[in-house]
């Protein structure tokens, strides 16, 4: 029998009612698929809602989105380094070029941080300070993976390599 429930959604819910005693669970519902049915269409007259997909069947997953646009980013970065300007090079440059503005146009931005200003209370991931002479200010020197907004919300934390300024011992101890 089909369950009204994601096959997701059913196991979380199994899972959290197998935390409780046996005497305290609650059993699911054995619905006909015509009662669901009625159920269904009575609860989309009630909410002026149209008979719709769920949820997990059209929406993207985040953590997928987000790799496919990492991956993106990285190909274009590297791609970027290459100094072969082969006729082959600069197509697959306008593809990834058209690809990252068509993720734009859907809402999803890919934000790299090289040579941004870095401040502690930024979201982002700090893999390592490289302590240079060059540095007035913390910077960030490298951007090793993309933060990642889908509609204004962070669905990816960036990684960054930050280059900061010499400490000598005497302001370490201050």
């Known amino acids: 029998m089909?369950?009204?429930m994601s096959g997701r959604d059913f196991r979380r819910a199994e899972r959290g009612q197998r935390r409780h005693h046996p005497?305290?669970?609650?059993?699911?519902?054995?619905?006909?698929?015509?009662?669901?049915?009625?159920l269904r269409a009575l609860l989309d007259a009630a909410t002026g809602a149209a008979a719709q997909p769920s949820a997990d069947e059209t929406e993207l997953h985040e953590k997928d989105l987000a790799e496919a646009a990492t991956n993106l980013w990285r190909a274009r970065k590297r791609l970027e380094r290459t100094t072969n300007g082969s006729?082959?090079?600069?197509?697959?440059?306008r593809l990834l070029h058209a690809s990252h503005d068509a993720l734009g146009r859907a809402g999803l931005v890919i934000q790299?941080?090289?040579?941004?200003?870095?401040?502690?209370?930024?979201?982002?991931?700090v893999l390592a300070f490289q302590q240079d002479p060059a540095f007035e200010h913390d910077v960030v020197i490298e951007t090793k993976r993309p933060s990642l907004y889908l509609?204004?919300?962070q669905i990816?934390?960036?990684?960054?390599?930050?280059?900061?300024p010499v400490t000598s011992e005497d302001d370490n101890h201050a």
């Open 2 to 4: 089909e369950h009204p």
């Open 23 to 38: 005497e305290f669970r609650i059993a699911a519902p054995d619905w006909s698929a015509e009662a669901r049915t009625r």
């Open 87 to 93: 006729k082959e090079t600069r197509h697959a440059g």
């Open 112 to 125: 790299d941080h090289d040579g941004a200003v870095y401040h502690p209370g930024h979201v982002l991931e």
């Open 151 to 153: 509609s204004g919300r």
């Open 156 to 164: 990816q934390i960036g990684q960054v390599i930050v280059g900061c």
